[in-house]
């Protein structure tokens, strides 16, 4: 894993631990030992720790957090690199992440090349860098980066390393190697050595309570970034032994935790969500070179958005030349906000737009390789459209509908490519939420579901396999939260009361903060006159969500909500008339009284089939709902709360508790192994 090779008293030591050479405990052991012989060696004047293969050290090894560590441990490593009587120079491409830039950061020097990035994404897993991080950072780069990188987790590029000294010098893109040789011969009698554990870093004070208030809304809710804080504080007020002592003490805190638990779930969880269960050996997935869409609605051109971004050419399609001209319009005003907010060149837009085609003809559809249908929510509607794409559609092009609730097979049924027909379920806007369900009809093929999986990862989303079955994961588990909901109001409790409870609990908005940002009217029957339920009521009243200026809240043209003395009456009136008892409700039972039947409904959707593991349930409430990350997903947390407890509560609020997770409480066992 480590050579080490001498270059007239240079002595280069190279690690080889593809694909990222993650520094496990055989590289720290080989770098340990190469630095130990070359502080040895008389002819040996400087050295140079550089990497094989795509990149610098891009972290630790996570799996040895749970497995175990060997010595030397990280900080042990960087304190001797830094101890180093010869000069050490760090020779960077590719990312030099977490582990990999504190070792950096020990060494007395470094060089990279242009297009390498540095970063410390430790917050990210519910961490802090503990091999020193966040006590040389500051002493080399200031305090002021050292929050932005350490605190947010956000990498930058060489360049702005260089700016700020973080970088000694930039090689040539592809001579690295070369570069970082000359310059150890530099350097090599240099003295003293930059060592960036000597003085404390200095900063303004004010300048960790201003970075706090700045980030506050994005940081809600986490334990990570404030402990990040604490210590890039400490670099500017202790001494650096005494900072590394309580980064160390911060780490074991936090890495034993139950936030960097979630998250590292998390992150082997959207690993994993990649693998289709039962995909035949060898099953390669099909070019997806143009696409396609039908509808050009809230959806559809969000959907498009996506492949023009990546690049695809798509064609879209809409029934009236008023409704396309309004879809292709949104989607460039959504660029125009990407361009305003600096996420987008001018030239960036332009050539997006340049892929698109708008058409009112289903004929222009005849070259795509994968069509999506985005109309509206109706089987009638979707029938007809698929029966027209499969007679335009060239042989072999893949059929998509992007249905929330309705039935992939008989959508498939009226075509005659079944095996090439399947669901897929983009969240709303589309262009912006990560997730996609990818839904397997009875026949769906091997490929195509492998052509969709990789399709997905062309345009940046994380995709999950959901099976056929009304709402699939998300929209089924939703549902049930909903019901729930609507019967605290029952009970007297308020819409803002339920939804505080969820903001609380960390979600982005409540359930009836959702149901107005999304439209009361999804799945209304449109009759004003026929009143059954708290929902008809508010759309006879026009009262169909922010759309309108009004749905369970009041907006104003900022669209922010105030409460509602006309939705509450009419809220109020279901209730007297419902017949059930007024009680007050406290966020406790709220709370258990919405997520636990959602965890019920993932214990039948996971026993059903419908998700292929527990921790795909997970990955589709973080991306596609906002579920608070750092709990890990609705069935990692119910694993944490104790499924016995969750059985009890369902049975003691007469909640129906599905026999899958009974069984699965009685035998002690979770969700997630
Ligand atoms: P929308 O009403 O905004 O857009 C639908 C568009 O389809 C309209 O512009 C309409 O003119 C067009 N259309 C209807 N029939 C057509 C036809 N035969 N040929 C061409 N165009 C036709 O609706 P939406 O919110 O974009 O929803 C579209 C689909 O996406 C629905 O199935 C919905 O359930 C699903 N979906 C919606 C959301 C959401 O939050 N809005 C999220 C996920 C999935």
Redesign the pocket.
């Known amino acids: 894993m480590i050579r080490t090779e001498q270059q007239n008293g240079i002595y280069v030591v190279t690690a080889d631990n593809p694909p990222v050479n993650a520094l496990s405990n055989g590289v720290r052991e080989g770098l340990a030992k190469a630095i130990a012989d070359a502080g040895a060696d008389p002819a040996v004047r400087a050295i140079v720790v550089a990497c094989a293969g795509r990149t610098f050290f891009a972290g630790a090894d996570i799996a040895e957090f749970t497995k175990g560590m060997q010595p030397p441990l990280p900080p042990d490593l960087c304190d001797m690199i830094e101890a180093s009587e010869k000069p050490v120079v760090a020779a960077i491409h590719g990312t030099a992440l977490g582990g990999g830039l504190e070792v950096a950061l020990a060494c007395h020097y470094r060089i990279a090349v242009p297009s390498a990035k540095l970063g410390q994404p430790e917050v990210k897993l519910g961490l802090l860098p503990g091999a020193g991080g966040t006590q040389r950072l500051p002493r080399v780069a200031g305090a002021e980066l050292a929050l932005k990188m350490i605190v947010l987790g956000d990498p930058i590029g060489a360049r702005e390393a260089a700016e700020a000294g973080l970088v000694d010098r930039l090689a040539g893109e592809d001579r690295l190697l070369a570069d970082a040789i000359a310059f150890a011969r530099e350097i090599a009698d240099a003295r003293p050595l930059p060592r960036a554990g000597g003085r404390t870093a200095s900063a303004d004070p004010a300048l960790f309570d201003t970075f706090r208030a700045a980030n506050a809304k994005k940081l809600r809710g986490y334990d990570a970034p404030e402990a990040c804080i604490e210590a890039v504080r400490a670099a500017t007020t202790m001494p650096f032994r005494e900072g590394l002592a309580l980064e160390r003490q911060l780490f074991l805190k936090l890495v034993m935790g139950e936030q960097s638990a979630a998250l590292r779930h998390i992150f082997f969880a959207e690993r994993t969500a990649g693998k289709i269960d039962g995909l035949p050996e060898g099953t390669t997935p099909l070019p997806v070179r143009k696409v396609g869409i039908?509808?050009?609605?809230?959806?559809?051109g969000g959907i498009a958005m996506n492949f023009l971004s990546a690049g695809v050419p798509v064609t879209i399609?809409?029934?009236?030349q008023e409704?396309l001209d309004r879809?292709v319009a949104t989607i460039r005003r959504n660029y125009e906000g990407n361009v305003a907010r600096g996420r987008l060149t001018a030239e960036g837009l332009e050539k997006a737009m340049a892929l698109l085609t708008p058409t009112l003809s289903y004929d222009d559809l005849a070259d795509a390789d994968l069509i999506i249908e985005?109309?509206?929510?109706d089987i009638g509607?979707k029938k007809?459209?698929f029966k027209k794409l499969d007679a335009v559609a060239k042989p072999g092009a893949i059929l998509a509908s992007?249905?929330?609730?309705l039935d992939v097979n008989e959508i498939a049924a009226v075509t005659a490519r079944a095996d090439h027909v399947l669901g897929l379920?983009?969240?709303?806007p589309a262009n912006v939420m990560k997730l996609l369900e990818i839904v397997r009809g009875a026949k769906t093929a091997p490929a195509v579901l492998a052509t969709a999986m990789a399709a997905a990862k062309a345009i940046r989303k994380v995709a999950v396999i959901a099976g056929v079955c009304h709402g699939f994961i998300g929209n089924r588990m939703l549902e049930q939260r909903q019901i729930e909901a609507v019967k605290l109001l029952m009970e007297g409790v308020t819409p803002q009361q339920i939804d505080k409870a969820h903001v609380d609990f960390g979600m982005p908005m409540g359930p009836f903060q959702m149901a107005d940002l999304?439209g009361i009217d999804i799945g209304w029957h449109r009759d004003p006159q026929r009143i059954e339920s708290i929902t008809d009521a508010l759309c006879a009243a026009g009262r169909l969500g922010q759309k309108a200026g009004k749905g369970f809240y009041d907006y104003d043209d900022q669209r922010r909500a105030t409460p509602s003395a006309e939705a509450q009456a009419i809220i109020d009136d279901f209730a007297a008339r419902s017949g059930a008892a007024k009680r007050a409700v406290g966020s406790e039972e709220i709370l258990e009284r919405t997520l636990y039947p959602m965890v019920n409904e993932g214990a039948k959707i996971l026993d059903e089939g419908i998700a292929q593991r527990a921790s795909d349930i997970d990955i589709v409430w973080i991306y596609g709902y906002g579920w608070p990350p750092y709990r890990g997903g609705p069935m990692f947390w119910a694993d944490r709360v104790g499924l016995t407890k969750i059985v009890e509560s369902l049975k003691k609020h007469g909640q129906p508790v599905a026999p899958a997770l009974e069984a699965k409480a009685a035998k002690g066992e979770r969700f997630n192994r």
């Open positions: 039908v509808g050009a609605g809230t959806m559809g399609v809409e029934m009236k409704a879809g985005a109309v509206f929510e509607v007809d459209v992007n249905t929330s609730f379920h983009f969240f709303s999304a």
